[in-house]
């Protein structure tokens, strides 16, 4: 049974039963030369296509005895729409998933403040434990696990007992490991946020966008520029530094050079320990700037590497897009068989 449906379509020989009567009219309306439809259209046609044969087939139709019977061989054009175009039609697209949430700024907040907090009592309960140079327990407390944490090391403060040496490779290995993960999340999430604010405020505006704008902002691709990125991430880096250069200056009464030296050894987490913070003001301030500054670094070191990444992959592309495309090379991108190889939609 099946293969002779297939032989009826393969062979031309073969007395074919005659079509129905609505056809005709169709397929004479189809080889009228029309108008090219513009891409958005092509969906309507087909839907309106289809009503037309539903109308037409109908009892009265094929019941008029006027109406004359012919074979007519049909083929189906391969520059067609598919179905994919209905289906985009019918189905909207899938919004882009949010992989951050407001949640995870609340939980890095908590979490760091009952990490910090443990640390600090800890450390109260064996501050005898604890060799350096002393102010304030609970200001000793805090910026020794923030020292800790960020992984930089001054050696100011060192555990002087097992149980002190054992608190400290937990507090390490928890911070480095958990913490930290979450502090770089709430990091991007709210790098995130701030250029989903860019890009719709040039959404919003975009009779008055120019060349700085579109310097700053791709909105074809809709992300901000991975030069600006860098920029930025660089620019936080100098202030920080800057003010750690200000704040040693004038609180721990270091030389220039040695506020200088001081400052770029801690927000590059060097920490070689011969220049630290000894005063309470001093110590009070660290543990707010080395956290900031830590963060600061780790992310414009990221942005940098992405710069080169992206920049290589230009390069790539130039280079293979200015090669000339073989015969075979030509059919392996005709992903859908339609004769023709476009660029991909953004």
């Given amino acids: 049974m099946e293969n002779d449906q297939l032989l009826s379509y393969l062979s031309p020989r073969k007395n074919l039963r005659p079509p129905p009567v609505f056809l005709p009219s169709i397929v004479e309306s189809l080889n009228s030369p029309k108008p090219p439809l513009p891409p958005s259209s092509s969906s309507d046609t087909i839907l309106n296509l289809q009503e037309s044969l539903l109308l037409q087939n109908s009892p009265a139709t094929r019941s008029d005895p006027n109406l004359t019977w012919r074979k007519i061989n049909l083929h189906r054009c391969k520059t067609a729409p598919a179905m994919a175009v209905l289906m985009d039609a019918i189905n909207p697209s899938i919004p882009k998933p949010k992989f951050g949430s407001e949640s995870i700024v609340r939980q890095a907040c908590i979490l760091l403040i009952l990490y910090l907090s443990l640390g600090v009592v800890i450390y109260w309960f064996n501050r005898h434990h604890f060799i350096g140079p002393k102010t304030n327990p609970i200001v000793d407390a805090l910026y020794f696990c923030i020292v800790t944490m960020c992984t930089i090391g001054f ?32 990091v991007s999430y709210v790098l995130d946020l701030q250029e989903n604010y860019l890009l719709k405020t040039v959404q919003h505006d975009g009779d008055k966008r120019d060349l700085a704008t579109s310097y700053i902002i791709d909105v074809k691709k809709g992300r901000m520029r991975i030069r600006l990125k860098v920029g ?29 030296y001081l400052s770029v050894m801690s927000v590059t987490t060097v920490g070689y320990g011969d220049r630290a913070f000894k005063t309470m003001p001093g110590r009070l301030f660290a ?23 992206d920049k290589r992959h230009r390069r790539m592309a130039k280079w293979v897009l200015g090669q000339d495309m073989t015969v075979s090379q030509f059919l392996a991108a005709d992903i859908d068989n339609n004769g023709y190889v476009r660029y991909a939609s953004p």
């Fill in 287 to 309: 543990a707010i700037w080395l956290l900031v500054s830590t963060l600061a670094v780790a992310r414009a070191f990221l942005y940098l590497a992405e710069a080169r990444v």
């Fill in 155 to 186: 050696g100011d403060i060192t555990p002087d007992s097992n149980a002190t040496k054992l608190f400290s490779i937990l507090f390490v290995l928890v911070g480095f490991g958990f913490i930290d993960i979450l502090l770089s999340g709430m």
């Fill in 232 to 260: 930025l991430a660089l620019g936080v880096v100098v202030l920080c530094i800057g003010i750690g250069v200000g704040v040693m200056h004038f609180v721990e009464h270091l030389e220039w050079l040695d506020s200088f």
